[in-house]
């Protein structure tokens, strides 16, 4: 089995400038819980990965929605770009017109303006890097990887499940199927599945000492192969919350149909 290429990294004038400006001094709660041994300065690989993860956490909060002719549009005009220049990122909406209609004073009046530019234009700078950062991981991606969709790139980027990247698409939530159990003894039950996962299968029951619903089981829900908790970038997954939700709606509908 071959080893891993170690990783060196020589910074350039940006990272130089924030390593020069970082914090230092570790926290008082991080020297506690480490013990009397823990060093008192933070690495500069421990600054390293926090940065790339303080980074990626703000792409998939402030990702954004666009519809798939969207993404397209900026995959072609981006085609081939793997080192996106950080002028290309604030004008990706200029190249992405130059690429469809001959550039922005090409444009018809704004009430007939392509829908790739017209999404594009609101966007904040940081998602103008999410969807960068997208593009790029399609184009430059290593060719002894396996390939990925769209969907899929976007599902990296946004930790959105890549059923629901798209604006347009159904919410997380509702991609999950409910059915009563018939009552037994042990109350109100449900069945709940999930539409693009095959496999998984979670009971959810009526529990009178919490006067709520309560998962009965989650040993599906920890095989399933899709990434079923993406929905929040925090790692507090609110996939509880969208079982529940979708009891709850079968729950209304069913009052509805018998009010009929």
Known sequence: MSKKKALSIYPGPPLKEWMANRPTHRSMASLMQHGRDASPTISDTVAVNRLAERYQLALA???????????IAAANALNGYTETSMRDVLTLDALVADDLCGGLEELPDTASVPEPIAEL????????????EVIERIWGRDREQPS??????????????????????P???NFWQVERIPSSAQGERFRVTHTECEGVQVRIMWDERLQGYRIEDTETLDRADFPLSFRDPDEGS????????AVNRFLRTQAQESRL
């Not at 909060?61 to 993404?71: G, K, N, R, S, V």
């Not at 234009?121 to 960068?132: H, K, Y």
């Not at 990925?148 to 980027?157: N, Q």
């Not at 930790?159 to 798209?166: A, E, F, H, K, Q």
């Open 148 to 169: 990925v969709s769209l969907r899929e790139a976007i599902s990296l980027v946004s930790r959105r499940p890549p059923w629901s990247v798209y604006r347009g698409d």
């Open 171 to 173: 919410g997380p939530e």
């Open 61 to 71: 909060q402030d990702f954004p929605l666009l519809h798939e002719a969207t993404w």
């Open 238 to 245: 609110r996939i509880t919350d969208d079982l529940f939700d």
């Open 121 to 132: 234009q609101p966007c904040s700078v940081t998602q103008r890097l999410a969807i960068v």
